[in-house]
Structure formats: structure tokens, C-alpha cells
């Protein structure tokens, strides 16, 4: 049994802890899952579902089994799957890229403007500088896309097995 003390702490906590109330707050709260959308279904997303749809056009093959049918639609998903994961990853790549490019003309236009007494050997080392910033920076993001990436070739790996499975 909770003694009376924690049971009124715990009433205390529970008011102060009720989440965003403005609307602003409520809104930025309910994107919190939806940074990259890999955790939604590729159903909800019209470029990747239509993409499933023609590959199913092309490699579904005519007059087989519905069972054999539908196997093959879900392993198609899955391979989408894993193609969606690797965009995402590509996309954080290319934006790292771009953020370490603006900053090496920064500092190539503040050292124009003699802002700077910048050598080759400083130049060199400011650049390793920003490349690891940046890779500091983007790989916990791309780490976090692993999570994805397992599950999606997981269910490839299902899908086939189940297809070896079914007596065509």
C-alpha cells in the first residue's frame, strides 16, 4: 500500500507534468514521430506506394496462387522499405555536405577579407575541423535510421523464407 505522503506527491508531479498547452507547444508535440516518417506505413506516403504498385506490375507474375501473390506485394514493400531508409540516410548525408560546404566559404570569405592570418597548414586543419563536426553531428541521426534499416531487411528475409515455404 502507497502512504498517504507519495500518493499526495504523486498528484503533486502529475499536475505539473501535463504536457504542451498552447497551441504552438501542442502542435510542435504531436511531429515529435515524424522527423523522417520511417516509422509509418510506405502505404501512407503516395511516391513509395505507387512505386510498389508498378514494381508489383511488373514482377508479379499472372495466374499464381493469391497466397504466392500477396507474398510477392509485401516482399516488394519490404525491398521499398529498405530503399526508403537508405533516401533518408542519403538525404542526411547530402545535407551534411552542403552545412560543411557553407562553412568552408565562410571562412574562405572571411580570410579574403583579411579577417584572418590563415596558412595552408591552418586551412587544412580548419577543414578536418568541419568535417568532423559534421560527421559528429549526422552520425547519431544515421545511427538512429539503423533501428529502420534492420526491420525492413528483417522483413525481407520473412517474406522470402515464407515464399520458399510455398509449394508453387
Known amino acids: 500500500m502507497i502512504s498517504q505522503a507519495k500518493k499526495e506527491?504523486?498528484?503533486?508531479?502529475?499536475k505539473a507534468s501535463t504536457g504542451p498547452r498552447t497551441p504552438m507547444g501542442k502542435a510542435i508535440a504531436s511531429r515529435n514521430s515524424r522527423r523522417h516518417g520511417l516509422a509509418t506505413s510506405i502505404f501512407n506516403d503516395q511516391v513509395w506506394c505507387s512505386q510498389v504498385h508498378r514494381l508489383a506490375?511488373?514482377?508479379?507474375?499472372k495466374g499464381v496462387a493469391p497466397e504466392i501473390d500477396q507474398a510477392i506485394k509485401r516482399l516488394l514493400t519490404a525491398m521499398?522499405?529498405?530503399m526508403r531508409v537508405q533516401a533518408a540516410r542519403n538525404d542526411?548525408?547530402?545535407?551534411a555536405l552542403v552545412r560543411q560546404s557553407m562553412f568552408e566559404q565562410q571562412i574562405d570569405k572571411a580570410?579574403?577579407?583579411?579577417?584572418?592570418g590563415t596558412t595552408a597548414e591552418t586551412d587544412i586543419v580548419v577543414s578536418q575541423d568541419l568535417e568532423a563536426a559534421v560527421a559528429l553531428e549526422v552520425l547519431p541521426l544515421i545511427m538512429k535510421l539503423e533501428r529502420y534499416q534492420r526491420r525492413a531487411e528483417?522483413?525481407?528475409?520473412?517474406?522470402?523464407d515464407e515464399l520458399g515455404r510455398i509449394d508453387i
Open 92 to 95: 542526411l548525408w547530402r545535407i
Open 9 to 14: 506527491a504523486n498528484q503533486r508531479n502529475a
Open 80 to 82: 521499398m522499405e529498405v
Open 57 to 61: 506490375k511488373i514482377f508479379g507474375p
Open 154 to 160: 528483417a522483413s525481407c528475409r520473412w517474406i522470402v
Open 111 to 116: 580570410a579574403g577579407n583579411g579577417e584572418t
